[in-house]
């Protein structure tokens, strides 16, 4: 696996080929397109414990994991079972089933939410979210931060991350709004700011809190590469709640990810509200959002803020979500495990960068990591503006290089990667081999 080899691409630049006659960019997602690494896309045919085998039959050691969800492994025993079981029962109803009573019951029982909502996307979670945190208010106004991506909603757009902040050239993308197609006037109702920027949160709230409506936010960035926020900067988050604005923590990407709780129970935080998806729906699309009840309540047909879905709760999505949850908390160990693995897997990528002369900064907290190609000191990339001034070229040259060599990492500088359960000591071991050698291609 370790030894660069001239793996055969010809099914998937075929398919590439009839993607692009059909789909824009040939993609479902713009960052699967290789736009900012180079080169073709790789067609998945099948995926199975921590590995992928593409279209031409090439197999890889996966550190994408679905973008996070599959922290069990691909195509788990439990969770194939249980979607198994869901389908001989149909596949959508359109009515209420009680697979989504029991994963509410789970999600409230391990996070301390008291009333949860099932959509289909982490997008429709956020979104939501703020509606919903703007009819319980009365304001209009949400503040978010430079590189924090909340989904694809247009008041989200805003100076967002991961593959807004690369265009076709690998070149930092423009200012706010991030895309075409989002209006200035709806644009300007978002306020950004700074993340881990203490002292700028607490002047905007001081100046304009009574119209902030929520501050919505990474517990730990993703998007933008991993960012950890600072203590000061989660205490200054609490603030807002000072001024009657709600506090959302979108953890579509670390909730049940860095803990049974998520980044809000590993870093002791007391949201408002929270956005769920990824892992709550085991690989299967689903998001979720949820918190305090008096907030919940507004929801309608409770409430007057109206949101509505026919694939929430589906019943396939629930039984997936079900399974991956059951098998979390029967195994509390394993977040010691996925950290454990990490953590030798930085100080691994670490050491094999400095051999080769290549100047990097990792960042890393429970199963995500990012190698930022950068002299920055380890923990000093902390905000949008210091993850942009990574080498993006110099990633993608180390990225092919490590495809070459049968390790598919994240295809952007700056997403995180993630770890799961699958991933053991041969992993580990192949994977800094590769690494190694990807470095010493790299011209520093």
């Known amino acids: 696996m370790t030894t660069s080899q001239p793996h055969s691409t010809a099914q998937s630049e075929a398919l590439f080929a009839r993607a692009r006659a059909v789909t824009p960019g040939g993609v479902n997602s713009p960052v699967r397109a290789f736009r900012s690494v180079g080169g073709v896309p790789r067609f998945i045919a099948s995926a199975q414990g921590a590995y992928l085998t593409d279209a031409d039959g090439t197999r890889y050691l996966d550190y994408i994991g679905s973008w996070g969800p599959m922290i069990l492994g691909h195509n788990h025993p439990a969770v194939r079972e249980a979607v198994t079981q869901a389908l001989a029962g149909g596949t959508s109803f359109g ?210 803020v109206y949101q509505a879905g026919t694939l929430s709760g589906n019943p396939l999505a629930m039984a997936a979500g079900i399974a991956t949850l059951r098998e979390l908390k029967a195994n509390p160990d394993l977040y010691r495990q996925l950290d454990d693995y990490a953590t030798r897997l930085a100080a691994g990528l670490r050491e094999a960068a400095a051999r080769a002369g290549v100047p990097v900064s990792i960042n890393h907290i429970g199963s995500m990591l990012t190698v930022f190609f950068q002299g920055a000191p380890d923990g000093s990339v902390r905000d949008y503006a210091a993850a942009a001034r990574s080498d993006t070229a110099a990633f ?39 690494a190694a050698q990807a470095f010493e291609g790299v011209e520093s």
């Open 396 to 434: 993608a040259a180390w990225f092919q290089g490590l495809l070459s060599r049968g390790i598919y990492w994240a295809p952007s500088q700056f997403e995180s990667i993630f770890i799961s359960a699958a991933h053991g000591e041969a992993e580990l071991s192949a994977t800094l081999e590769a």
């Open 95 to 304: 009515a209420p089933n009680e697979r989504e009573v029991d994963l509410a019951e789970l999600i409230v029982g391990l996070t301390g939410a008291e009333r949860v909502r099932f959509v289909s996307s982490g997008t429709e979670a956020t979104m939501s979210a703020l509606r919903l945190a703007r009819g319980y208010t009365g304001r209009k106004y949400i503040v978010k931060f430079r590189g924090n991506y909340h989904g694809h909603a247009d008041g989200l757009l805003v100076e967002a991350g991961s593959g807004l902040m690369t265009n076709a050239e690998g070149e930092l993308g423009a200012a706010a709004p991030s895309s075409a197609g989002v209006p200035e006037e709806y644009a300007g109702l978002t306020l950004v700011l700074d993340y881990n920027a203490p002292e700028a949160l607490d002047a905007l709230m001081a100046a304009r809190g009574e119209e902030i409506a929520a501050v919505i936010f990474e517990p730990v960035v993703g998007n933008a590469g991993v960012l950890i926020p600072t203590p000061d900067f989660l205490a200054a988050l609490h603030r807002v709640r000072d001024f009657g604005a709600v506090l959302i923590a979108d953890e579509v990407m670390t909730g049940f990810r860095l803990s049974l709780s998520g980044a809000t129970g590993l870093l002791s935080l007391d949201p408002d509200l929270r956005c769920w998806g990824k892992i709550v729906g085991g690989g299967l699309p689903v998001g979720a959002y949820g918190g305090r009840a008096d907030i919940m309540d507004f929801v309608s047909p409770q409430g007057p």
